[in-house]
């Protein structure tokens, strides 16, 4: 077990920091305006809720989902990170193609899907109850929110 978590730490030599002052400047002038958006976030979705599809979490929200998670989570880092000189190369740290890790790729991917699974007859009844062309939009709709509102930001910039 030990030597599975030897192996998911990131060597120093994978990671390229051009300028460790600056990047420190920026990364904690970011979480600084990440709480201050996030309460700002917050108070307009309070005063002026805007859920998607009718949905009531807050994570729904319109505001939320485009502004905070996609615009300050994916697009503000991506443009930072660019600007910083760094490419996908940097953000890989190391990780390649191989086709032991492509594999445990796919196991995992399979592995969520089956957790998910349960998700399924759900998303059917709530399907059957609307026309086709709406229900495969919806889908389609959510599917992609979710990857620019939580796959992107959060396992690409965020970790």
Known sequence: MASFFRRQR????????????REL????????????AAVLTGLAMRAWPHPIAGAS????????VVFFKVGLLLVVPAIAI???GYGVDDLML?????PGAVTRLVVLFALGVLINGSKLPAIF???GALPWSEATLRIVAGAVIMFFAAALPEELVYR
């Open 10 to 21: 990131v060597r120093v030599t994978d990671i390229r920091i051009t300028n460790p002052a």
């Open 57 to 64: 979490y807050l994570t729904s929200d319109f505001t939320y």
């Open 94 to 98: 190391g990780w390649r193609p191989t």
């Open 25 to 36: 400047r920026v990364v904690l002038t970011f979480a600084v305006a990440y709480v201050l």
């Open 82 to 84: 660019h600007r910083a």
């Open 125 to 127: 009844v709530a399907a």
